[in-house]
């Protein structure tokens, strides 16, 4: 593996919180914690069957320091359309990029009910919004502004609806089922140690909650190990990538 330097900043998500992988995330928290990762987004789907269990441990892991994020509305597809999203599909998200299916008017209703279910819920309206898949799709500028979201992650990076600027940084993930998407990840996680050496700016440690059975675990232990120095999604907005 490609070293990084000490102290690079790095901002650590943990994407698909829902009732279902609870406890994955869980353990996945502890393993950061005990890596001295104290910095953690928790990438949250609003339109699954929440308890008040369920809601009480997210107000818990917030009160921990955890920020949370709009992941979606049910991390779902309606449909699969289109030769694009098609091949989005087959290569990276399968079922779940549901923007994909959806038109402009579509995006950013889901991006608003996805707020909302925050606010209702008492855990405040979230400053990230990360669609599944990074999946972004087609809407217009003038359209996000009007949403209580001020930064979105796509693949490429993080985008601030304020500032209209889009800033390019490095992402490693480990979601590796298959032994396809073990290799492609270990080609783009190196592509992506190299891009973060030469520019200096924030790695975006991506985990899901099963990458610590799968077939990178070894991978994301040594990345977590590193020395870094997390940061939050808020905070490298306010410091820039510089
Ligand atoms: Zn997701």
Redesign the pocket.
Known sequence: MIALRESQRALFSI??VMPGTMDDVGELLGLCRGHGVDKVTL?V?PGCKWQSADLRQLLTWQAMGCELAG??WG?RCQSIRGLKHRLHSFLLSRD?AEHLSLDERGIVRLMSDCAQWFSCNGLGCPELY?P??WAFGRVRHAMLTELPFSMIETLSGVRSIRQSRQQLLPLLGFEADTWARESALRSFNSLNRKAANLSKKPVRVAI?PQDHRLRLSQQLNETLGHPWKPVSYRQMMVDGTN
């Open positions: 994407h698909d990438l789907v992941h979606g991390h779940v990360v599944p898949a899901h």
